[in-house]
């Protein structure tokens, strides 16, 4: 009854962390107020293969388009809001939860997985910021990882070789909702079968490969889409044809190999260190310090330790560090690495993390009341972050009004921080970029940033609002 009480506790605080205050947050710049714009335009174009922004086809993000898909319908079903916004990112990260909890008792006790999923709810990687809290790709991308994790465990580890099609499929889906990110686990699960001398008897199973060309199914499916129906993204860094072109020589190639000012550099050992302490909270110095303690005992007696991982009983240890380094070692390699692209690994770590924690308080009571301390302030930490709401765009809300008796918003200049464009969006006006005419319209607005403020004035214009930044004119 206990245990059930835990599982149960466990899940009721993940669900409280997922949605709390969950549509009263403002919504981030660039990417969570893109991805809105891209589905606010879907429900306008109807056009379900070619992202756009601002009236034209998308050049910077060329990710396909499940997420985009997913946000497009939330909007229908529940208005445009930021609730709708994030539900598709809330949700599967809930789930991704209970995903995992599978998974971890499938090798150890339901109150070892309800533990390391309440530590877990705990770092602001997962359940926050550009991950379960936010309109981005990664919760989504974390749930259908971690599901093909679980189906490819059961065809590995447990005979269940039919499992591989669930494997294959999500998989698949996976590479729908970040191209190539998809990908990221694969090397882990390469190494993990070496390992354990499991590779040649793996891959000689049919259904093994049955499972892996229903995943490529995906990206070759949406190669042709984009070959035949989509359209040319004008304005990109580099020239493409498409957006299958553009995820792999913009989205891939420029993001992990080219530097840019602002952004990691290549061959930065420190981001282990960065990107744990950011999105990892206090656990990440249990990580390291279990590291350390680990990579000490190898060195001190190599083949104790490797029959310790290779023991049935402890393989979860050893794919949770097999999941997880090869991605650590290719962010910290890359240029242009961010954080949140450790999101799909961070359940590994926290199953590795919480295994040196119960090993110690085995043997010594006080590291388990210390545990549960700084879980209980991780946790209420978490609670404190997401109840306390930041306002949202001034010049947006406090002419709420003026915006609501418009039939059209016209917006010149590039100079609008995205999350004000996407606020605009969401009074559902027609929108025209690039344009100011002169008469302005009846029931319509100009808003531009003061750098993009025009030379001359239309006469018929009036400047009716503005702060440090934009200006409003109407006609007089």
Request: glycine content about 6%.
């Given at each position: ?22 549509g ?10 893109r991805r ?28 396909p ?10 909007f ?15 949700l ?13 008792i499938?090798?150890?006790?339901p ?5 390391t ?24 991308l ?21 499992a ?6 999500f ?19 390469l ?8 590779l ?10 049955a ?27 580099v ?11 913009i989205?891939l ?21 960065y990107?744990?302490?950011k ?10 310090v279990?590291l ?22 402890n ?15 290719f962010?910290?390699v ?12 961070l ?18 009571t ?8 700084v ?5 209420s ?9 930041k ?63 025009p ?22």
């Amino acid at each position: 009854m206990q245990r059930k009480t835990l599982v149960l506790s466990a899940f009721a605080i993940i669900a409280t962390l997922c949605f709390l205050k969950l549509g009263q947050h403002p919504i981030s710049p660039w990417d969570e107020a893109r991805r809105a714009i891209n589905a606010l335009e879907l429900l306008q174009t109807c056009d379900f293969v070619n992202a756009s922004f601002r009236g034209k086809p998308e050049n910077w993000d060329f990710k396909p388009p499940l997420v985009m898909w997913s946000q497009a319908l939330s909007f229908k079903a529940f208005g445009v809001n930021e609730f709708a916004l994030r539900l598709p990112s809330a949700l599967p990260m809930l789930l991704s939860f209970f995903v995992l909890y599978r998974t971890i008792i499938l090798y150890r006790s339901p109150t070892f997985a309800a533990l390391t999923c309440l530590m877990l709810a705990s770092v602001k990687g997962l359940i926050g910021w550009h991950a379960g809290r936010t309109g981005d790709t990664d919760a989504m991308l974390t749930l259908f990882l971690l599901v093909f994790v679980y189906f490819a465990l059961l065809a590995i580890d447990f005979g269940k070789i039919k499992a591989a099609w669930g494997a294959g499929l999500f998989l698949g889906m996976a590479f729908l909702v970040k191209g190539p990110a998809a990908w990221v686990l694969l090397p882990g699960f390469l190494l993990y079968l070496l390992l354990t001398k499991r590779l040649k008897t793996t891959l000689s199973k049919a259904l093994i490969w049955a499972g892996m060309i229903l995943a490529g199914l995906f990206p070759i499916g949406w190669f042709f889409i984009q070959k035949h129906f989509g359209a040319r993204p004008d304005g990109a860094s580099v020239p493409v044809r498409n957006a299958f072109e553009g995820l792999f020589t913009i989205d891939l190639w420029e993001r992990f190999a080219i530097s840019a000012d602002g952004a990691k550099r290549a061959f930065d050992p420190g981001f282990f260190f960065y990107s744990l302490d950011k999105i990892f909270n206090l656990w990440h110095f249990a990580f390291f310090v279990f590291l350390a303690f680990g990579l000490f005992c190898f060195a001190k007696n190599r083949a104790k330790v490797m029959a310790y991982m290779l023991a049935e009983h402890n393989r979860l240890l050893l794919v949770s560090l097999c999941l997880y380094f090869p991605l650590a070692i290719f962010l910290a390699v890359a240029a242009k690495s961010y954080r949140w692209y450790l999101t799909p690994v961070l359940p590994f770590i926290g199953i590795a993390t919480f295994w040196g924690i119960r090993h110690f308080w085995l043997r010594q009571t006080w590291v388990k009341w210390a545990f549960l301390a700084v879980l209980a302030f991780t946790l209420s930490r978490q609670f404190a972050l997401f109840w306390k709401v930041k306002p949202k765009p001034a010049i947006v809300f406090e002419n709420a009004p003026l915006f609501e008796r418009t039939d059209t918003i016209y917006q010149i200049g590039t100079h609008i921080e995205q999350d004000v464009l996407c606020y605009l969006y969401f009074f559902g006006k027609k929108m025209q970029f690039d344009t100011a005419p002169c008469p302005l319209p009846p029931r319509s607005v100009l808003f531009v940033s003061k750098v993009d403020k025009p030379g001359e004035l239309c006469q018929n214009m009036r400047l009716v609002a503005g702060n440090g930044n934009y200006l409003i004119f109407q006609p007089k």
